[in-house]
Nanobody
Framework: HVQLVESGGGSVQAGDSLRLSCTLS????????LGWFRQAPGKEREAVARVDSASTRTYADSVKGRFTISKDNAKNTLALQMNSLKPEDTARYYC???????????????WGQGTQVTVS
């Protein structure tokens, strides 16, 4: 099974930027759906951004215009550039990969351990 490892989280001030990175152990999943999710304390996990097999990018309304998802097939990496961060962006961020015919939360999805982003 593919393994995913996130990095790049940290504590920043409102208005700052952060770039999250996710490295996949295999390039077999780079053609699948890839995405970023987040979960804040006491809240349900929510989808932040995703890129599908056709490289179509989708964003949550709350991050449109501020966050950009990108992938590098040669390096097996997925990135999330986060600009103009707000305190409400504070959460643990997870990257995931899943087949196009399944949901990320299904048994066919693979997830990283997450990286913490704190905005004050």
């Amino acid at each position: 099974h593919v393994q995913l490892v996130e990095s790049g989280g940290g504590s920043v001030q409102a208005g700052d930027s952060l770039r999250l990175s996710c490295t996949l152990s295999s390039n077999n999943n780079m053609g699948h759906c890839l995405g970023w999710f987040r979960q804040a304390p006491g809240k349900e996990r929510e989808a932040v951004a995703r890129v599908d097999s056709a490289s179509t990018r989708t964003y949550a309304d709350s991050v449109k215009g501020r966050f950009t998802i990108s992938k590098d097939n040669a390096k097996n990496t997925l990135a999330l550039q986060m600009n103009s961060l707000k305190p409400e962006d504070t959460a643990r961020y997870y990257c995931a990969t899943w087949p196009t015919w399944a949901r990320a939360e299904s048994k066919y999805g693979f997830w990283g351990q997450g990286t913490q982003v704190t905005v004050s």
